[in-house]
Each structure stands twice: as C-alpha cells, then as structure tokens.
C-alpha cells in the first residue's frame, strides 16, 4: 500500500457559533397562509438542504434569485411599455407598438446585474437583512479575507444605522454577493486574481454569507411574483 501524507491546515480562529434569527415574525404562527411558488425555484431551495458545503449552498441560493431576475424588468421600462400600451390608437399601429416594445425590452435582456439588483431590492425586506448582519454585526463590519487572496469589503460601517441602511438599499449587498459568487464559480476573480482557496477557514468565513444571502433567496422565493 501507498504511504498517506496527512497535510494539517494552519490553525485560525473561527468566527464562533453562527448567530440567525429563527422565526422571521419572532415566533411561529399559529396560522400559515399557503400558495403556489414556483416549482424551478423550490427544487433550488429544497437542494441547498442537501448540501453540507456552504460553497455549494452559497451557490445555489444564488441560482435562486439569478433565476428569479431572468424576467424581472425595472420600473422604468414597465412604465414605457405602459405608456405604449395604453395609448387609445393602440390597435391602430399595432406593429410599430410591438417593434417599440420588442426595442424597449431588448436593450435590457443582457443588463444582469441590474435585474439582480432590481429583484432583490423589490423582494427583499431590507430590515430583515439589516437584523440579520445585526447578528453577527462585527464580522460584517470587517473586510473578508479569504484564503488564495480574494476578499470582500466590509458590508456595514461601525456609524450605520438601520435607516440609513434600508434607505440606500441592498444595491452593495448585491455587489458583494456577485463578486463572492464569481470567485467561486470562476476559480479566480477577475478584477483582484484572488481566489477563495478550499480551505476550512474559508468555509467558516462563506458561512455568515451564506446565512445572509440564504435570507434573501428565501424573500425572492416567496416574493418573486409580487415583484
């Protein structure tokens, strides 16, 4: 038999036990009030409780609200498509209208990250997040140094309150996430050329991430249709 070499990481000190709110109203209800969700987005969801690795989970809940921003279009085009639409000679000069549309949505099928930003801003109860990163404030208000080089800026400053938090919206929350998300999908980010290593460390620093972006996935996965 071939001799194993045992290789030990390099100790570090671990964030400590991961603090979450359990029941979002404070409590469980007593009544639940059920619907019908989106079968693609649930088989995202109900997968994340099978995986054990928060890279995989981290990954996963991004799917979740990536899918759900697919279709999702801002304000100002459902504004301009209204105004077409609602014009009294519409039948009249029906093809033009729909070439006008048809120009209007175009130019936005291939915008991404504002429709991620879009949906999640529209879904998500941004004092929910602000309670959750409240759980774990001082790892937040810290950047994320992974190792292999890659980091993330802290998400919340030591001054931020939960006014100003909500009322400039979740708009840097969703760059940290995109980026997070590129440097594990892509192996190396390609602003920095970091990397988010395989390491034990890494996957306790992923966690409070995955916690918050679970959070979110969860409000898009309830909310998405109501966007």
């Known amino acids: 038999m071939c001799p194993t070499v045992v290789i030990h990481e390099p100790a570090f000190e671990s964030g400590g036990n991961l603090r979450r709110t359990r029941y979002i109203s404070g409590e469980f209800p007593r009544t639940i009030s059920g619907s019908e969700l989106n079968s693609q987005l649930l088989g995202f969801w109900s997968s994340t409780s099978k995986e054990e690795t928060p890279v995989m989970r981290f990954i996963l809940y991004y799917r979740i609200i990536e899918y759900a921003s697919h279709h999702y279009l801002d304000e100002a085009v459902r504004r301009s498509i209204t105004r077409i639409l609602s014009s009294p000679n519409v039948r009249d000069k029906l093809p033009s209208v729909v070439e006008e549309i048809t120009d209007i949505i175009s130019v936005k099928k291939n915008d991404d990250i504002p429709k991620f930003k879009g ?50 919206g979740l708009d840097h929350f969703c760059d940290l996430l995109r980026k997070i998300r590129n440097a594990l999908s892509h192996g190396r980010d390609q602003e920095t050329g970091g990397v988010i290593s395989p390491t034990t460390k890494n996957f306790d620093l992923l966690r409070p991430w995955v916690h918050l972006i679970g959070t979110a996935a969860g409000e898009v996965v309830l909310y998405k249709d109501a966007a």
């Open 119 to 168: 949906i999640v801003n529209k879904c998500v109860d941004k004092s929910l997040v602000w309670r959750e990163i409240q759980a774990n404030r001082a790892f937040f208000l810290k950047e994320t140094k992974f190792d292999g080089g890659f980091s993330v800026k802290a998400l919340i400053s030591d001054a931020e309150t939960e006014a100003a938090f909500c009322q400039k």
